[in-house]
């Protein structure tokens, strides 16, 4: 089984995106043998109300309920942003919490940011920070300039100390170590996918992705493949030479989210 | 469901395992004190074995500030330490700084008549199109070898490579000497690759290689659109997965896909250079 922590649906304003709505997106889960991927709304992150995205998105994949997981955009800055998270969780079924920071324009550590991560947490709702969209040195001149500041995420894993988090699309072997002390003495556990991890022995005698075993733990690696922006095959690639054993190949590809999402 | 890692491993992967790999873009690095970090150059090679490359063209460039010709001989002695090391499978690029306009010529006669280099590498000291590049540029076409040049059109800020050529650059380059073999590097790691190709799609003498981190969808597709395979080599910088698994991923002929592995146009070059 293959669960994917990372993909969206919906239309990105900068570059042209194939297999953006629904049936594209399951047709490339359908090629990789994706059996259920978590997936949150392009458009959420754009309007000004997030609510109209995430209300757009469970429509788009209603009569495929069983092969994603929604996720919810909040802009937690953004009024009623409290009753709209309890309706996407309560009313909608959605299963996490997308986070923007840096195309909402807010610091993760402000009060707002908090107690919504902190209501997260409480509600057994895994909180998703993607690193980024698109790799910046690419981005349109409209777009913003900046990633998830690791920094904050530090601080915020001691403000809430009861939420879930997965950072995904970063240098993940980076990420793991600057933030392994903040991460240990919580309740709640910190995820990393793979998507900008080496596998090969490159530039140094340990592999990026050893490096990420080691500071995250194989309990705490999941598969994102960012679908549709990037090609699926490189995560592939990164499967097959990461030398992992059949027991360690089922915790990354499925067994760590299934637990994550309780499926 | 289907199990797509076993494909790619068992059905995929003989794209790379049937075919002759090669990789124009790589680097090898010094281990501090000016020599050959021996321990790395063999592990970059049993991972790039491991990946089915054949032959791997490196350079050692210095990416900041005006290197000086001596700094710039040992970092070309160490890639020739390397060919040493692995011959055959590695094959040099000889780094110059252009703003050493008679040592960089002399540095690139030594390097391909005495070190059996194959080609040169510039970094982003200057823009390609700078005069300052004639001699430089003139001395390739002498010898007939290829330039790879560091390149790309960054829209982050701040702007810290403010001499780093985009596609324009090459363009103006390409137009004055229309006999040389220019690449522009990594088309997947210098930023907006759709304004990159579009700069120089009209420039027959400019290539470009996949490498670099980035493998949008649509990234290999486009590339081929714009230049054909003919003008497109296969590449990684730091980032096999990537190279890797973006070729395998992309939706263009399989011929066009071997041609990148081993582009027929470049195969002249490989042949040379006793080490």
Known sequence: MLIDINTYIGHWPFRQLRNNAAQGLLSLMDKYGVDMAAVSSLNAVFYKDTQEGNLELIEEIKDNKDRFIPLAVINPKYAAWEKDFRYCVEKLGMKGLELYPYYHNYDLTEPEPVELIRLAGEMNIPVHLPCAIVNVRQRHWMDTNDNLDLGQVEKLLSLCPDTDFIISNGPSHINAQQLKNASEGRRGRVYYDFARVEVFTLRSSATDFETLVKYAGIDHIVFGSVMPFQYGDPQFVRLAYAGLSEEDMEKVTSGNLKRLFRL | ?275
């Open chain 2, 1 to 275: 469901m289907i199990n797509y890692t076993e494909i790619l491993k068992e059905e995929k992967m003989k794209l790379f395992k049937e075919n002759k790999v090669v990789n124009w873009h790589e680097h090898i690095w010094d281990d501090g004190s000016g020599k050959l970090n021996e321990e790395l150059c063999d592990c970059f090679v049993e991972a790039a074995r491991k990946a089915y490359m054949d032959v791997v063209v490196c350079s050692l460039p210095v990416s900041g500030g005006e290197p000086d010709p001596d700094t710039i001989k040992r970092k070309n002695d160490v890639i020739a330490q390397a060919m040493d090391r692995h011959p055959g499978f590695i094959k040099g690029l000889a780094f110059v700084n252009p703003g050493y306009s008679r040592e960089a010529v002399a540095e690139i006669e030594r390097c391909v008549n005495e070190l059996g280099m194959i080609g040169i590498k510039l970094y982003n000291q200057y823009f390609i199109s700078d005069p300052v590049l004639h001699p430089v540029i003139e001395k390739c076409i002498e010898l007939d070898i290829p330039i790879l040049e560091h390149a790309g059109k960054l829209r982050s800020l701040p702007n810290v490579q403010p001499f780093l050529s985009d596609g324009t650059h090459f363009a103006k380059a390409a137009e004055k000497y229309p006999d040389a073999v220019i690449i522009m590097a990594h088309i997947g790691g210098g930023g907006d690759w759709q304004w990159q190709l579009k700069a120089i799609a009209d420039y027959p003498n400019i290539y470009t290689d996949i490498s670099g981190s980035v493998y949008d969808e649509g990234i290999i597709e486009q590339t081929v659109h714009y230049l054909g395979a003919e003008r497109v080599l296969f590449g990684t910088d730091g980032s096999f997965s990537q190279g890797i698994g973006k070729l395998l991923a992309a939706n263009i002929p399989e011929k066009d896909k071997i041609e990148i592995l081993n582009n027929t146009k470049f195969a002249r070059y490989l042949e040379r250079g006793a080490k």
